[in-house]
């Protein structure tokens, strides 16, 4: 069965700061590693996705992501938060096969303070 | 621009009324999805279906039903709402055939239920 892990419900940086959001998995098979964004009141938009090619994967807005086996990790990173990058972070996995799910992390909420 | 469509975004209804929410998609995706959405953030899998004529019940326990007549088409209904179903509820769908192995979901907007 796969799994996402994101630590803590919460994070706040200053703008300009440095954004790190954690997200650990959980899975039998190698992995397809996602994360998502939601700004208020609208569903999910992809920002970036790890399909078994390179492991440092850069998206939309000027994130990335790295994705890390040892640690099964997939943290998301940003090196300057800007205001608008203020919103809910989910992070998501999934395994290969036509009939595969994703399973969604709890999802972290960004603030970025001024 | 959105290829997967909610309606109503928001709605705000009585307790006991008979409510579906419409989602629709041009993509041509064979899988689609139903997930509720917690004022806490947490996404929860009701409902699945995986073509024409499939349904599957997701991971949360639902009172609620849905049908896939049409590809393009997988309204979810509630027979009789509750103030427990107040909630956002998301469709996405999906096809790793059409969009060359990518596993990931496109999300529609949304709707926002509120039962009073």
């Known amino acids: 069965a796969q799994s996402v892990t994101q630590l803590g419900s919460h994070v706040s940086v200053s703008e300009g700061a440095l954004v790190l959001l954690r997200c650990n998995y959980s899975?039998?098979?190698?992995?397809?590693l996602f994360w998502y964004v939601q700004y208020p009141n609208q569903g999910l938009q992809l920002l970036l996705k790890?399909?078994?090619?390179?492991?440092l994967v850069k998206g939309i807005n000027g994130f990335e992501a790295e994705f890390k086996k040892s640690e099964t990790s997939f943290h998301l990173t940003k090196p300057s938060a800007h205001m608008s990058d203020a919103a809910e972070y989910f992070c998501?996995?999934?395994?290969?096969?036509?009939?595969?799910?994703?399973?969604f992390g709890k999802g972290i909420t960004l603030s970025v303070r001024p | 621009e959105a290829d997967i469509y909610q309606t109503p975004r928001y709605l705000v209804i009585g307790t006991g009324k008979k409510i579906t929410l419409e989602c629709s998609q041009t993509?041509?995706?064979?899988?689609m999805y139903w997930y509720q959405q917690d004022p806490g953030m947490e996404l929860h899998l009701i409902h699945y279906?995986?073509?024409?004529?499939?349904?599957e019940k997701g991971d949360l326990s639902s009172e609620s039903t849905v049908s896939r007549i049409r590809t393009e088409h997988f309204p979810l209904t509630l027979e009789s709402a509750r103030p427990s179903h107040t909630s956002q509820y998301l469709c996405?769908?999906?096809?790793?055939?059409?969009?060359?192995?990518?596993?990931?979901?496109?999300f529609g907007s949304g709707t926002r239920l509120t039962v009073v």
């Open positions: 998501a996995v999934s395994e290969s096969g036509a009939n595969s799910k994703l399973t």
């Open positions: 790890y399909t078994s090619a390179a492991t």
């Open positions: 996405a769908s999906s096809d790793p055939r059409r969009t060359g192995g990518y596993y990931g979901y496109t």
């Open positions: 279906s995986y073509g024409v004529n499939s349904t």
């Open positions: 899975s039998s098979v190698p992995p397809y």
């Open positions: 993509m041509g995706h064979d899988k």
